[in-house]
Nanobody
Framework: EARLVESGGDLVQAGGSLRLSCAAS????????IAWFRQAPGKEREGVGC????????YYADSVKGRFTISIDNAQNTVFLQMNSLKLEDTAVYYC??????????????????????WGEGTQVTVSS
């Protein structure tokens, strides 16, 4: 069964950095668009950003632009979310998902990925003051 596993979440102080990983098993990211989402307590799941495996194009939510970077390591079959200058409001469970590459084609990427149902367990990021 193909699956994605998120890892790397931790407790970090505001202003700090974390790198999350999204590892794929039983399939490769080649030909996919991969998105990161997050869900804070009491809030809807929201898009953080996405990357298109073919050309490496990325799109980010305004709230994380300039602080977060999504990258892909095809050799490791892993997508990373580098998070810098973390804020209290970044506290959430972070999820990744993968689907058609054209889902990651612009600022409306979250509309497409949000419709997916096969979300994993996510990884908890807690930012403290």
């Amino acid at each position: 069964e193909a699956r994605l596993v998120e890892s790397g979440g931790d407790l970090v102080q505001a202003g700090g950095s974390l790198r999350l990983s999204c590892a794929a098993s039983r399939f490769t990211f080649e030909g996919y668009g991969i998105a990161w989402f997050r869900q804070a307590p009491g809030k809807e799941r929201e898009g953080v950003g996405c990357i298109r495996s073919g050309d490496g194009a990325t799109y980010y939510a305004d709230s994380v632009k300039g602080r977060f970077t999504i990258s892909i390591d095809n050799a490791q079959n892993t997508v990373f979310l580098q998070m810098n200058s973390l804020k209290l409001e970044d506290t959430a469970v972070y999820y990744c998902n993968a689907d058609r590459p054209y889902y990651c084609a612009g600022s409306d990427y979250s509309t497409y990925f949000a419709k997916l149902s096969n979300w994993g367990e996510g990884t908890q990021v807690t930012v403290s003051s």
